[in-house]
């Protein structure tokens, strides 16, 4: 099993800016596409961003096209979600992914994070 330790989220106001973190660890020796859903409260699961194991390919869904921006870190099993521009229909908990392939499908991601609150006051 991978375990994906979150970090970042909080509270920001309407227009400010946020850096989320995620780092892989455990006894898989694969390097891992990676990438961020979100589901706010009464609503689906949103695909966000997700990142090819080299950093060369990305996706993001359309809500936030043009303000967030996901990157590998230099370890080849963590990545950030610098999110730019924040609105309050971003509030929502996030959450850190990791799977075999690049994909805006939920169900490919076999590794999940506990979630981390991200809060957008107006």
């Known amino acids: 099993q991978v375990q994906l330790v979150e970090s970042g989220g909080g509270l920001v106001q309407a227009g400010g800016s946020l850096r989320l973190s995620c780092a892989a660890s455990?006894?898989?020796?694969?390097?891992?596409?990676m990438g961020w859903f979100r589901q706010a409260p009464g609503k689906e699961r949103e695909f966000v961003a997700t990142i090819s194991e080299t950093g060369s390919v990305d996706l993001y869904g359309d809500s936030v096209q043009g303000r967030f921006t996901i990157a590998r870190e230099n370890a080849k099993n963590a990545v950030t979600l610098q999110m730019n521009s924040l609105k309050p229909e971003d509030t929502a908990v996030y959450y850190c992914v990791a799977g075999l392939i690049v994909t805006r499908v939920p169900g490919d991601y076999a590794h999940w994070g506990q979630g981390t609150q991200v809060t957008v006051s107006s």
């Open positions: 455990g006894r898989t020796r694969n390097f891992y596409v």
